[in-house]
């Protein structure tokens, strides 16, 4: 359940640090905004496709997954997000509702930002505005490559690249070597192929040495490899 989080100020005598390395977290941590803290549990429901768009979240802790359903109901997973990932950016351009539906896939912390305050924010904190951009530049980046894999590549090396993703490999971020368990179905949906094949090919990587399941899904940096072969 959503409760108020306390605001704390910044004392006086601290300027913003103009390096590159600016830190969202600790700045939102920080920065006296209105917003609520929200936690939600394994497999719980965020929001849902058609609910009222009108605040960004920012993860803290856990996974998110994007999904969206057609009119015959088939279900499309869009993306799946981690700590230091925002989503439901859409109430910023005037969407009206979401159009999809976010999930939690493990516990999950979510910063919840009001669309009046997310507005503030970015015409007056021009570092976590900076930082906002090139977050959704790449992510815009991101779904042209996805879409670009989708059409010209194998479902081995898809899933290959969407492993790697999610252990963040490639970000300025440390990679996670160790992710949440996330099911074979899961995969299959954001990949576009069944979950036979995702498993056909999940063992055939952790023979080869690419991933190992040790308590999670261990991720190495050898399964590049398969992405990278012609």
Known sequence: MATKAPIRRTTGGRKPSSKK???AQNFLESAGLSRKIAEFGK???IFSQGDVCKDVLYIQKGGVRLSVVNEAGKEAVVAVLGPGDFFGEGCLAGQPIRIGTATAITPATLLVIEKKEMMRLLHH???FSDRFIT???SRNIRIEEDLVDQLFNSSEKR???TLLL???YGTEDKPQRV???IAQETLAEMVGTTRSRVNFF???FRKLGFIKYNGGLQINTSLLSVVLHD
Do not use: D, Q
Request: aromatic share 8%; net charge positive; glycine share 0%.
């Open 21 to 23: 390395t600016f830190n």
């Open 135 to 137: 977050y959704m530049l």
């Open 43 to 45: 497999k719980e429901t």
């Open 125 to 127: 904190e021009h570092e």
């Open 179 to 181: 992710l949440p368990k």
């Open 159 to 161: 899933l290959a690249r």
């Open 166 to 168: 999610l252990a963040r």
């Open 202 to 204: 999940m063992n055939k």
